[in-house]
């Protein structure tokens, strides 16, 4: 079944890859460098999954998970790090955020979350 997925990442070589590999899965992907831009979007449209880059300039991915789920709380958000032992992880997690994946992608665990997100908005 076919996800709607918001994905976030300053990085646009990282944006251009997973919305790839996503798409490829057959899900619709919309891709954002901009955190403001992404709060709006995750607000004002209902995805199964938003993934968020933990590092980002202006709002890190812990900050952007509290602001998505204070106006959006039922969102699912997914953090997206290379750095898996970053306190900011455990904070994004304490914020609501149901998981991590690493970078490079750990491919099983994203189907893994893809897949629990049959009962999502």
Do not use: C, W
């Not at 070589?13 to 460098?33: N, P």
């Amino acid at each position: 079944m076919s996800k709607k997925i918001l994905v976030v990442d300053d990085d646009e070589m990282i944006l251009f890859v997973i919305r790839e590999l996503l798409e490829d899965m057959g899900h619709s992907v919309t891709g954002v460098s901009d955190p403001h831009e992404a709060i709006q979007l995750a607000v004002d449209e209902d995805y199964d999954l938003i993934i968020l880059d933990l590092r980002m300039p202006d709002i890190d991915g812990a900050e952007l998970t509290d602001r998505i789920l204070s106006r959006k709380p039922n969102a699912r958000v997914l953090i997206n790090t290379g750095y898996p032992g970053d306190p900011l992880v455990q904070t994004a997690l304490d914020r609501g955020a149901v998981g991590m994946i690493r970078k490079p992608f750990e491919i099983e665990k994203l189907y893994d979350f893809l897949g629990k997100n049959q009962d999502a908005p």
